[in-house]
């Protein structure tokens, strides 16, 4: 499965930003879909994920209410829509796609990892 992430860029704080995730390769064997991010000197940390087929979504707390994860199964696209952005949102997003039938918040569980698009929220 090969991940192509864009969509980032810099926005001032309170504002608004979507990023897209396009897909390709064996994806009739993705079973979920994820955002992960990463700020200078921090951990990757989970931000959303979505069932591929269901499309039931989970979230960390820390976006919950501001950011939504959605899909386009035709397009084989999946998004971030991101509100209310705040300066701590500054980072690299990455997207993954895990192969196991589970949704997991837990990075070791994504199999693939498309390259980052960075996010600059300015205060």
């Known amino acids: 499965v090969q991940l192509q992430a864009s969509g980032g860029g810099l926005v001032q704080a309170g504002g608004s930003l979507r990023l897209s995730c396009a897909a390709s390769g064996r994806t009739a064997s993705v079973y979920y879909m994820a955002w992960f991010r990463q700020a200078p000197g921090k951990e990757r940390e989970f931000v959303a994920s979505i069932g591929w087929s269901i499309g039931n979504t989970y979230y960390a707390d820390s976006v919950k209410g501001r950011f939504t994860i959605s899909r386009s199964n035709a397009r084989n696209t999946v998004y971030l829509q991101m509100s209310s952005l705040k300066a701590e949102d500054t980072a690299a997003y990455y997207c993954?796609?895990?192969?196991?039938?589970?949704?997991?918040?837990?990075?070791?569980?994504?199999?693939?990892w498309g390259q980052g698009t960075q996010v600059t929220v300015s205060s």
């Open positions: 993954a796609a895990s192969f196991s039938r589970f949704g997991s918040s837990s990075r070791d569980r994504y199999d693939y």
